[in-house]
């Protein structure tokens, strides 16, 4: 991990190196967070997505990958989690052949998370999706 960029209130914010080692640290790193702010009910699920995210990252861009969490409180009770990388380049979902062996990270973000969804940014894209946190 290069390090914590900012770890304040409702937002924590991990920068880490082009290392494949970098998808078990974000998957650590998230459920650590997340039984901080007592949503551990959230952790398996924001972990494997954050693994699918980060591992996309480090197979298609090369530099570092960001990883940012933020609790949103009041009446939304969300959880947004957000993958950076330096590809410009927006990903798409397809639909795999059975017997591909990759090509359905998107698939499971799109088909597990509230709402999801790219943008790009000055450095490269960010990845993003949300999670209902229970009330």
């Known amino acids: ?10 937002c924590a914010e991990w920068t880490f190196p082009a290392d494949p080692g970098a998808v078990r640290t974000a998957r ?13 009910s959230l952790s398996d699920l924001a972990a494997l997505l954050v693994s699918e995210l980060v ?17 949103r409180g009041g009446g ?9 990388d330096s590809l410009p380049d ?3 979902e397809r639909a795999p052949d059975p017997e ?6 998107l698939l499971l973000v799109a088909s597990s ?4 969804g790219t943008r790009p ?11 209902a946190v229970p009330g």
């Open 121 to 131: 940014d000055d450095s490269g894209k960010t990845v993003w999706f949300e999670l």
């Open 1 to 10: 991990m290069i390090g914590v960029i900012d770890t304040e209130g409702d």
């Open 55 to 71: 591992t996309n990252a480090l197979r298609h861009a090369t530099g570092p990958v960001g990883l940012r969490l933020i609790r």
């Open 76 to 84: 939304s009770g969300m959880l947004l989690v957000e993958v950076s």
């Open 113 to 116: 998370a509230d709402r999801w």
């Open 100 to 105: 591909d062996e990759s090509g359905r990270g």
């Open 28 to 40: 650590a790193e998230v459920r650590e967070q997340l039984r901080d702010w007592s949503l551990e």
């Open 90 to 92: 927006l990903p798409t």
